[in-house]
């Protein structure tokens, strides 16, 4: 069991750039989940993915956020034309189907500048 | 009202104290309670899952829920430096759909030699 690794592990960009977080989950975890966390906060739900399929997807999820997990292995999460606001960690978690179980990545600490 | 309330501390106890960290809840939905903790600057870490009300012990944690309270503990006996963290509940609903997680705000623990 290697665990969920994520990649990179920080990022600094400018205002305006598109940057991309990549997930790699447990390898037998068939759902797939994205998060972000503010300082001083709870992770809040981004959206998730069982295998390849997008099932749900938080209002948080704006017209510039992108996920994708295309063969149902790995995930991309991109951000267009990034805000300051967009400054945070971005978690990702797998788990098997049926269980609450997840199982956390170290994140991607985004920094907008 | 917000649905998952947890005093953000910070807490500071001293090595050995028993440390009592608690969520309440305003779904009543959610079926299943977990408890991650998580280190600075790292993805949180699924210390217990339940599922009932009543209490599970593991090591020197001890999980308590009361589902017709909407109040969730976690309990640390003969606590160490290495559980300093900031504690997050997290909740999950039981029914087909409900998957993603709601986190706590979470609390802020130092545990002084």
């Known amino acids: 069991d290697t665990g969920v690794s994520q990649d990179p592990r920080h990022k600094i960009t400018k205002r305006g750039q598109n940057v991309t977080f990549r997930c790699d989950p447990i390898?037998?975890?068939?759902?797939l989940y994205w998060y972000r966390q503010t300082l001083g906060q709870g992770p809040e739900f981004l959206t998730y993915?069982?295998?390849?399929?997008?099932?749900?997807k938080s209002r948080l999820l704006s017209d510039r956020f992108s996920a994708e997990r295309p063969k149902g292995s790995f995930s991309t999460l991109e951000i267009q034309r990034t805000e300051q606001g967009d400054s945070a960690m971005y978690l990702c978690?797998?788990?098997?189907?049926?269980?609450?179980?997840?199982?956390f990545g170290e994140g991607s600490r985004l920094t907008v500048l | 009202q917000k649905e998952v309330e947890q005093d953000p501390g910070p807490l500071s106890v001293p090595e050995g104290a028993i440390v009592s960290l608690n969520c309440t809840y305003s779904n009543s939905a959610f079926q299943y309670f977990m408890w991650y903790r998580q280190y600075s600057r790292k993805g949180p870490e699924l210390l217990m899952y339940?599922?009932?009300?009543g209490n599970k012990e593991d090591g020197r944690f001890t999980a308590q829920v009361d589902k017709s309270s909407k109040y969730i503990s976690l309990f640390i006996r003969d606590s160490q430096p290495s559980d300093s963290a900031t504690y997050l509940c997290a909740f999950r609903g039981g029914f087909q759909g409900a998957q993603k997680l709601v986190f706590g705000q979470g609390t802020r623990l130092t545990i002084n030699p």
């Open positions: 993915f069982q295998n390849e399929a997008q099932l749900e």
């Open positions: 390898s037998e975890h068939n759902r």
């Open positions: 978690a797998s788990s098997r189907i049926n269980t609450g179980e997840l199982f």
């Open positions: 339940t599922y009932s009300s």
